[in-house]
């Protein structure tokens, strides 16, 4: 399991890698803007980089949103383990037989 500040450096590296790439495509879309307004492209070329470049800009975004998600799943996941752990022992004594056999070859 990735230490906290181990997921901080993954998640901080990926999210700028995504970022910048995106960055990079939203240039691209303004000098083609321009090379089309200035006659240098045809509007049909235009059209086709602009979606080409569109569909990849979409798709960044939605791996930067998984991203956000899986963070904040991340991070609500250990809050519910930390609870947990709080809470063993007080749970262990509540439990019959049968479930604490199956807390405890849970937890090994």
């Known amino acids: 399991m990735f230490q906290s500040q181990d997921k901080k450096e993954f998640h901080t590296t990926k999210a700028n890698v995504l970022k910048k790439e995106a960055e990079v495509i939203q240039n691209k879309l303004d000098v083609l803007y321009e090379d089309c307004f200035e006659g240098l492209i ?20 939605m791996e930067i949103e998984k991203l956000i998600v899986a ?33 405890s070859s849970f937890l090994v």
């Not at 947990?84 to 509540?94: F, T």
């Open 42 to 61: 045809t509007v049909e070329f235009w059209q086709k980089k602009h979606e080409e470049l569109k569909n990849r800009q979409l798709i960044l975004n």
């Open 71 to 103: 963070d904040d799943k991340y991070m609500k996941t250990g809050i519910q383990i930390l609870e947990l752990l709080n809470n063993l022992s007080r749970i262990y004594l509540q439990k019959n037989r049968e479930a604490k056999r199956k807390l």
